[in-house]
Every structure is written in C-alpha cells, then in structure tokens.
C-alpha cells in the first residue's frame, strides 16, 4: 500500500510544483483520463499517456497564470486498496479571464506496475466553464463516457 500511495503522493507534489517530466514518468503509456461527464471543454473517455500529455495538460494549463495558481496545492489520499488510490485535491487561485478558480477534484487512481494507469476525475464543472475555460473548445474525447463502456 505504500508504494502506491508514493506515486500519488509524487504526483501530487510534481502538479502542484510544475514539474511535467516528473508527471510524465509517473504515467503508463496505456495512461487513460475518464472525466465522467457528457458535456464540457474537458469530458469523456481520453486515452493515452501521449493526448494527455500533449493535448489535456497543455489545455488546461493554457487557462491560467502559473504566477496565481497552483494546481493541486492540497490534497488528501482518503483510502488506498488493492491497486486504487481514492483521493481529493484543492487549488485556490485565478484564472486568466481574472476569475477565481477554487477547485476540488476527486480522483479515483489505479495504478499497475508502479505507473498510474487510469485516473477518474470528477469536479465542479458549472465553476470549470465559467471561471477556467474562457474560449476554450472542446477536447473531443476518444470516446464519451458510459457505465456501460466502463471496464
């Protein structure tokens, strides 16, 4: 069980500090992002360690000020099992449309082989488009997110 809560605590701390070849180490390359939601500039099924890092990240990133905001600055592991860490983050900061953006995330993250494999995200999306977005379009997913498709 500690080994898996190292890794989330390492990616924790590497998104909070900006360190993105930190983030990228700690991915597998099967890397998969659920954000379990139908409709929003970041929702659906997005697969792949290479869209995460090159399409999500960049994305989100590109919303804000890195100088007013700090990404997951706290976070607390709620419960860890098998190879699933169940945790939530906080960011207080603002956006670059000047926006506060005082986000909680809860995560839900499987990790295989030391590497986080998947990482469910659910957040307050109301707040995401009105304070993070901005112009963004929407990231198309590979596929939307069902229960049904979910394995």
Known sequence: ???????????????????????????????????????????GHYKGKKRFMEEVLPLVFSCVNPEEIVFCKNFKIINSFNNTIISMAQNDGIALNGKPYNQIYLHIMTIEEGKIIRLIEAFDSSLANSSLWGDSKQLIPDEDFSLKNFS
Request: hydrophobic fraction near 40%; glycine fraction near 4%.
């Open 1 to 43: 069980m500690k080994q898996i809560k190292d890794i989330a605590e390492k990616f924790y701390t590497s998104i909070s500090n900006g360190e993105i070849e930190v983030i990228e180490s700690l991915l597998s390359s099967e890397f998969e992002l659920i954000v379990p939601m139908e409709n929003g500039v970041l929702s």
